[in-house]
């Protein structure tokens, strides 16, 4: 039985996504933890897809815009993610940050295994960026590491989880960690106070 492939965004039968949806997503903005696309408009709707709406075939697609973010020439030794929670995982039936790594092993050629437990702790989605800074997840290795390691989250938006990510990393014995997102979150604009007269 030939199965008909659709975009998750559009809905039009072919690849997954469409040229058309492809050509709306826009590139993340420089931060100090890198990510493929900007977390809005298309590339929203995209990584929403992943996360929320069971396209799980957009882990390969991002898995290859995200290995463009490893510098060329590094070594790496392994490829890790962040782990969601676990009711969201039971939920989701997955893990997309999982989904991304693994593809992403594939295509650097390394393994990617599940290192990280995630610590008792609430969501990110939903709070506010200082509630985030301030009570971010943690994570423990779950045996020592060596090497160059690459973790990957699905969405940067303050950085807490992948600098939790990182340090746990670290602590295990890591001599260097990449840490890399598939979309960040747009920097808002400051708000400066407006001298009118």
Avoid: N
Avoid at 3 to 20: E, F, K, N, Q, S
Avoid at 109 to 130: D, E, F, K, N, Y
Avoid at 159 to 164: C, E, F, I, P
């Amino acid at each position: 039985m030939l199965l008909v492939t659709r975009c998750p965004r559009c809905h039009r039968p072919g690849p997954v996504p469409c040229a058309t949806c492809c050509s709306l997503v826009r590139l993340a903005g420089p931060s100090p933890y890198p990510a493929a696309i900007a977390y809005d408009g298309a590339g929203r709707d995209l990584v929403v897809a992943l996360k929320f709406g069971g396209a799980r075939r957009l882990a390969i697609v991002f898995a290859q815009s995200v290995a463009d973010l490893v510098p060329l020439g590094a070594t790496v030794d392994l490829v890790t993610w962040a782990p969601t929670a676990g009711r969201r995982r039971r939920r989701r039936g997955y893990d997309q940050a999982e989904l991304v790594a693994r593809a992403l092993g594939r295509c650097l050629g390394v393994p990617a295994r599940s290192t990280l437990v995630r610590q008792a702790g609430g969501p990110q989605t939903g709070r506010s960026r200082a509630d985030r800074l301030a009570g971010g997840p943690s994570f423990m290795a779950r045996r020592a590491i060596t090497g160059t390691v690459v973790v990957v989250d699905d969405v940067v938006t303050t950085g807490a989880t992948l600098a939790a990510a990182a340090t746990a990393l670290r602590l295990a014995g890591a001599s260097t960690v990449l840490p890399v997102a598939v979309a960040a979150t747009p920097a808002r604009p400051r708000l400066e106070p407006v001298r009118l007269c």
